[in-house]
Nanobody
Framework: QVQLVESGGGLVQAGGSLRLSCVASGSIFGVNAMGWYRQAPGKQRELVARFGSGGSTSYADSVKGRFTISRDNAKNTVYLQMNSLKPDDTAVYYC???????????WGQGTQVTVSS
């Protein structure tokens, strides 16, 4: 089993920054894609940014130029640096992992990000 634990959420004013962290543990050997999704109240969960199985990155159009995904393989940690935050970025942010070997999606418990205007 794979465990994903997020941290770094909180309340910030519009224009501010936050950095989210996600530490992976457990049977992570087969996890070859990781990233971040978010879900705002009344909306579907959506992709924010992710590393694909080949290491390429992809971003939602709404966050391009403001958010940056990165990782530290030695620490089994994925980060999401969020700059120039907007009230529309308010959501619960979930860490995501995927194993192509097993075909399994893994999710963290989520961390709340609230951006005030």
């Amino acid at each position: 089993q794979v465990q994903l634990v997020e941290s770094g959420g909180g309340l910030v004013q519009a224009g501010g920054s936050l950095r989210l962290s996600c530490v992976a543990s457990g049977s992570i050997f087969g996890v070859n894609a990781m990233g971040w999704y978010r879900q705002a109240p009344g909306k579907q969960r959506e992709l924010v940014a992710r590393f694909g199985s080949g290491g390429s990155t992809s971003y939602a159009d709404s966050v391009k130029g403001r958010f940056t995904i990165s990782r530290d393989n030695a620490k089994n940690t994925v980060y999401l640096q969020m700059n120039s935050l907007k009230p529309d970025d308010t959501a619960v942010y979930y860490c995501w992992g995927y194993s192509t070997k097993h075909g399994n999606n893994y999710w963290g418990q989520g961390t709340q990000v609230t951006v005030s205007s």
